[in-house]
Each structure stands twice: as structure tokens, then as C-alpha cells.
T-cell receptor
């Protein structure tokens, strides 16, 4: 059973471009979470999704950021019109139904130049 | 804000037990204590969790005080690969829609040869 897969591992975008981060949860996991980690800081929760539904987006910036977890395919975190402050590591985690442990991917490191 | 307090950093000699403390004096009766770690530049890794009884798995042991206001994560024979930031997190186990993890700054453990 492969772990949580995130791609790309590294992403460079110019200011104003769009960034798309992908996350494939572990097999059988129906809960997906996105976290952001700024340099030298702890992780900050962004959004929690189940298949086709956003359950908790309390940590998501109101503008430019969106997330989805379609019925088929990976979860996508989309950042429109990126700015330098969006540079961070973005981690995806998943957990199976009925279990509370979250399993993390290796992250996508976004650099905005 | 995180509901836990941990020392900023600790050192441990290779082969010795590493004992990482965590204070969670405001924990409620139905909240669990979770431990994760993050090795440099990698995604967080789940270690263990517990409610009130001591827990042990292949990675570590978790000792929770009787009043549940503090706990200790024990790595019985630390190796250099255990050098990481260790996070203690309090959360409802079956949290319904509130499944996000609130991360503090953790304890940076350095295992020395």
C-alpha cells in the first residue's frame, strides 16, 4: 500500500501564475487534509475534505485558494495569482474511515519568484 | 493556539532512552493525546496516541499521568535517525467534522553519537 503521494515535490511559479498541487491519498482513505508550513514555523491547517465535499475550510484563505477532492482522481489544492507569501511547504494527509491517525505525504515545496 | 506545551529542544545520546515531555493541563475528558514527528524536510509521521492508559507500539511508548494533564513520549533506544521535531497534539478522537490538528512548535530532539 503506497503512502500518500504528492506531486510535484517542488514547484516554482512566477508571481501572478497559478499553482496546482496534487495529492493521492492512501488506498481506502476517504479523508484528506491540507496543511501549510512556512519556513521555521509549525504546520497550519487549511482544509479538510471527504470525497466531493469540503468539510472544514476554516484555515483556507478566503481569496485565491481553493481545494477539491473529486469522486475520481486526486485531491487538488489550487492557488491562483500566487504571491511571494505563498512560498511554503504544502502537506497533504489522509486517514481512513473510523480512524483518527493521519498519514502525511512528503509535501510540495512551492517557491514563488 | 496549540493546547500543549513542550520544551523547545532536547538532546539525547544514541542508544539511550529519549523522554519527551508534554503538558496539556486543559485537556478535556474525551480528548486524546497524539504524537507526531517531522524529520527535516519530510512530511510529519504519526507515532502514537492515547487517552488515559499507557500505550506502546513498535516506535514508542506513551505514558499519560493519572490526572491526564501531562504525558511523556519515550523512544526506548534512540538512534541518529530519530533526530526530528516531535509534536504533542490534543484532539478529539472521533471529532466528527472537526478533525484538524493544531500544531505547536514541538520539541527539536537531537540524538548525538
Amino acid at each position: 500500500n503506497a503512502g500518500v503521494m504528492q506531486n510535484p515535490r517542488h514547484l516554482v511559479r512566477r508571481r501572478g501564475q497559478e499553482a496546482r498541487l496534487r495529492c493521492s491519498p492512501m488506498k481506502g482513505h476517504s479523508h484528506v487534509y491540507w496543511y501549510r508550513q512556512l519556513p521555521e514555523e509549525g504546520l497550519k491547517f487549511m482544509v479538510y475534505l471527504q470525497k466531493e465535499n469540503i468539510i472544514d475550510e476554516s484555515g483556507m484563505p478566503k481569496e485565491r485558494f481553493s481545494a477539491e477532492f473529486p469522486k475520481e482522481g486526486p485531491s487538488i489544492l489550487r492557488i491562483q495569482q500566487v504571491v511571494r507569501g505563498d512560498s511554503a511547504a504544502y502537506f497533504c494527509a489522509s486517514s481512513p474511515p473510523g480512524r483518527s491517525e493521519a498519514f502525511f505525504g512528503q509535501g510540495t515545496r512551492l517557491t514563488v519568484v | 493556539d496549540a493546547k500543549t506545551t513542550q520544551p523547545t529542544s532536547m538532546d539525547c545520546a544514541e542508544g539511550r532512552a529519549a523522554n519527551l515531555p508534554c503538558n496539556h493541563s486543559t485537556i478535556s475528558g474525551n480528548e486524546y493525546v497524539y504524537w507526531y514527528r517531522q524529520i527535516h524536510s519530510q512530511g510529519p509521521q504519526y507515532i502514537i496516541h492515547g487517552l488515559k492508559n499507557n500505550e506502546t507500539n513498535e516506535m514508542a511508548s506513551l505514558i499519560i499521568t493519572e490526572d491526564r494533564k501531562s504525558s511523556t513520549l519515550i523512544l526506548p533506544h534512540a538512534t541518529l535517525r530519530d533526530t526530528a521535531v516531535y509534536y504533542c497534539i490534543v484532539r478529539l478522537r472521533n471529532a466528527g467534522n472537526n478533525r484538524k490538528l493544531i500544531w505547536g512548535l514541538g520539541t527539536s530532539l537531537a540524538v548525538n553519537p
